[in-house]
């Protein structure tokens, strides 16, 4: 295939890319948390394509983006607490795992052959525009061969899958750089499987009460495997000081001194502006001429508790069931 043609997020680029998508073609689009590799959710043959260009695991389910509420329950059962919770947060960055129903047009492969089904109404301008112009659901996973860094620019896209996809749609850079956080209401107990954009006490605020967290974990969501999103450049947290030869990935005011390189997520330590920071500053210093990436510790308080579990993820020894998506 030829390298991915990047094209516009604007009028003509949405329509090229839902007839794109109507044809049964993937295409990387903008989300406002990362990046995703879209395809027709109801095309079995666009679903598996997008698990071989990931080289993901078939036994890892994909998020399906639809448009709005109105169209999440025609494919999944949604409870009072999953009611509740779109309300509040959809269009956004908050993805429920539903019950699917029993004549539900989704690929039985985006489900993983689970009965449940993860859907998610996404914020972005363009996202949106392009579930309005295609009128199907668009199964998309992060934008990245599985277990490397979630894309949060096009370009990033390109680096990684340009060779893979025939076309990208770009909407600038994400504005919160870090996945959904991902709820399973398919039970009476809600549960979070996924820290994620949304932090989990805005959750159970809108619930009015604590989530199951017993989720969390390779049992309730197959894609929360140890060693996901990560660099090729050994990564270290909680470093309390730096080598020469490493990259430092600063928060803070007081950045330690020393590293060869260092990006600062966020100046005034704000868990958010480092978020939406988080891959962009991984990918510019996942770069072999360092020996390392130090990481100054993040607090595990709003946002930093997603940027946690992803550097946890990144710095977990190997293990058999590595690189899910
Ligand atoms: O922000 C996001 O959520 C991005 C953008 C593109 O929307 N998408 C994304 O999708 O991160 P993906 O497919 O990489 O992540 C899906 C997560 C995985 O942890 C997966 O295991 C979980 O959701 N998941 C999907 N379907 C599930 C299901 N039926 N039951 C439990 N977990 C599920
Ligand atoms: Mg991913």
């Known amino acids: ?10 009028d ?15 295409v990387a689009i903008p989300t406002e948390t990362v990046y995703g590799l879209a395809g027709d959710a109801t095309d079995d043959r666009a679903v598996a394509e997008i698990f ?9 389910p994909l998020i399906v983006h639809v448009l709005d509420r109105e169209a999440a329950v025609r494919h999944a059962f949604l409870s009072d607490a999953a009611v509740r919770l779109a309300g509040a947060f959809w269009p956004g960055p908050l993805t429920l795992v539903a019950p699917r129903h029993r004549d539900c047009q989704i690929s039985r492969l985006a489900s993983a052959g689970l009965d449940t089904v993860a859907l998610r109404a996404p914020a972005h301008p363009v996202a949106r525009a392009l579930l309005r112009k295609c009128e199907r659901p668009l199964a998309a996973p992060s934008a990245n ?3 490397r860094l979630s894309p949060t620019e096009a370009g990033h896209v390109a680096a990684m899958l340009g060779e893979r996809v025939s076309s990208i749609l770009d909407g600038g850079p994400c504005r919160f750089g870090i996945e959904s956080t991902v709820v399973d209401v398919s039970t009476d107990d809600p549960a979070l499987l996924r820290p994620g954009a949304i932090a989990a006490d805005e959750i159970e605020a809108c619930l009015g009460h604590a989530l199951a ?9 197959p894609g929360m495997q140890l060693r996901h999103y990560a660099p090729r450049v050994p990564i270290r947290i909680d470093a309390e000081r730096v080598a020469p030869t490493e990259a430092l990935l600063a928060f803070g005011p007081t950045p330690l001194a020393g590293a060869a390189e260092t990006l600062n997520l966020s100046l005034t330590g704000d868990t958010t502006e480092a978020a939406a920071n ?10 072999p001429r360092f020996t390392g990436i130090a990481v100054m510790p993040i607090p595990a308080r709003g946002l930093g508790i997603a940027i946690r579990d992803r550097l946890r993820r990144a710095t977990e020894a190997d293990d058999a069931a590595r690189h899910p998506d």
């Open 1 to 10: 295939m030829p390298r991915a043609v990047v094209q516009t997020g604007d």
């Open 12 to 26: 003509a680029g949405i329509a090229q890319a839902s007839a794109l998508i109507r044809q049964g073609v993937l």
């Open 52 to 60: 071989e260009v990931k080289a993901r695991p078939l036994f890892n």
């Open 145 to 147: 061969p599985a277990g």
């Open 213 to 221: 967290t017993a989720g969390i974990g390779p049992a309730r969501s």
């Open 278 to 287: 988080f891959f962009a500053m991984l990918h510019r210093l996942d770069d």
